[in-house]
């Protein structure tokens, strides 16, 4: 406790050195704060472009249907699984889909595409297909003639709101399906798989066509937090096993997308290699002001070796200031960091000049950086084992130092 008292008071002892070492870690640690909020944040605007543009947070499918996408595996009667998505608070909006693949023609032009039959009420309370619709207008709950072509499909069979849409496939029976739409609006959501293939048409018009007779492929949900997606499917898994729904199968947008889930903790493991990488450079600056502490005070150190102080004890008394000033400097750091992270979560960070970009393709370009106990341990933890580690070098000099040797230094 004495040695942790004199560390303490050496810290007073040169105050614009303390004052400099201490901004040194506070402005690493509030940068890290803040940097590593951020990042979280725009993963969050990532998930919520994705869920929103198709998967939802979370979906209900037949069992087998996700691995073989076999249209006769269909959800019968989805309007029974209602009242226990209702029953969770957690859960804002839901809408049946079908997904059924076909060939769509214009005149001489055939491609391949994937045929979305939705609620067109549900939908615009589950996606961002209404915001994303780029010429024309979004469906009515009554038009049952009419079709919206994604961006790339469109340009490709030359295609233009009122054009006829001829398709054809497969019903769930095995029966030939095929009819025809007129389009009424052109969107793009600025996902390729999407933009390129996906027709979208009322639900009930693909139902006959496709003999699903009020069947779904699936039910997209949408959360009023992705946080609470694990405690959501649970709770899922267990209302739908107490009523003997034993044949569907509960998924997270990580089990629908799971690229987006190993981009994005690829892009957090490659952030923190960078962030510690920042904080070793200021590390560096900081280590001098350890060390120039500890050559400005080796005369005093020879005195305290030569009545009698064990050289364990100076070393650990050097270390221990070198840590008390680290250690206020990122509580300092994370006030800051705390401050100004919570500020931009409210008002949000625009990313400059891409709103017109990001508008294009649905998204939001303001960012909201979010802000966890896991951002401020892991920053916690890097800015203090590389300011501990640089404090090592001056205290395990401070131990080896001869009294008499040291006692010569003025």
Do not use: C
Request: net charge neutral; charged share 20%.
């Amino acid at each position: 406790m004495t040695i942790v008292l004199i560390a303490w008071r050496n810290i007073g002892r040169n105050r614009r050195r303390s004052i400099l070492s201490i901004a040194a870690v506070a402005g690493a640690m509030a940068l890290l704060v803040f940097m590593m909020a951020f990042q979280k944040g725009s993963y969050l605007s990532m998930i919520n472009t994705t869920v929103h543009a198709h998967s939802g947070h979370i979906q209900l499918q037949r069992t087998g249907y996700f691995k073989d996408g076999d249209l006769a595996l269909k959800l019968d009667n989805p309007e029974a699984l209602s009242p226990i998505l209702r029953s969770i608070k957690e859960i804002v909006a839901f809408a049946p889909r079908i997904n059924a693949p076909a060939l769509v023609s214009k005149d001489a032009k055939t491609f391949g595409s994937l045929i979305w039959g939705i609620d067109p009420v549900a939908e615009a309370n589950t996606s961002t297909l209404t915001k994303v619709i780029k010429k024309g207008k979004y469906l009515s709950a009554e038009d049952k003639t009419g079709a919206l072509l994604s961006d790339l499909l469109a340009k490709n069979l030359n295609a233009d709101i009122g054009d006829e849409i001829v398709f054809i496939g497969q019903g769930a029976d095995g029966s030939m399906a095929a009819g025809k739409l007129f389009v009424r609006g052109i969107f793009k959501f600025g996902i390729n798989e999407i933009d390129r293939v996906v027709m979208a048409a009322h639900i009930e018009t693909i139902q006959e066509i496709f003999s699903l007779q009020d069947s779904a492929s699936e039910i997209a949900v949408i959360l009023d937090s992705d946080s609470a997606r694990p405690l959501v499917i649970d709770s899922l898994k267990q209302r739908l096993a107490e009523r003997s729904f034993d044949n569907i199968t509960v998924l997270g947008w990580n089990d629908i997308s799971p690229e987006i889930e190993q981009s994005i903790e690829i892009d957090w493991k490659t952030g923190l290699i960078m962030y510690a990488v920042l904080v070793l450079v200021v590390g560096f600056g900081i280590a001098n002001t350890f060390f120039m502490a500890f050559m400005e005070r080796i005369h005093e150190y020879g005195i305290l070796l030569s009545l009698g102080m064990k050289s364990l004890t100076v070393s650990l008394m050097t270390y221990i200031e070198s840590a008390l000033l680290s250690a206020i400097g990122i509580a300092l750091g994370a006030v800051v960091g705390i401050a100004v992270t919570e500020y931009f979560a409210k008002k949000g960070l625009t990313i400059p000049d891409a709103e017109d970009l990001f508008a294009e393709y649905g998204m939001d370009p303001v960012v909201y950086p979010a802000l966890s106990a896991e951002v401020l341990v892991i920053a916690t933890a890097i800015v203090g084992i590389i300011t501990a580690a640089m404090a090592l070098y001056p205290a395990w000099k401070a131990g080896r130092l001869e009294p008499v040797k040291a006692l010569r230094r003025i």
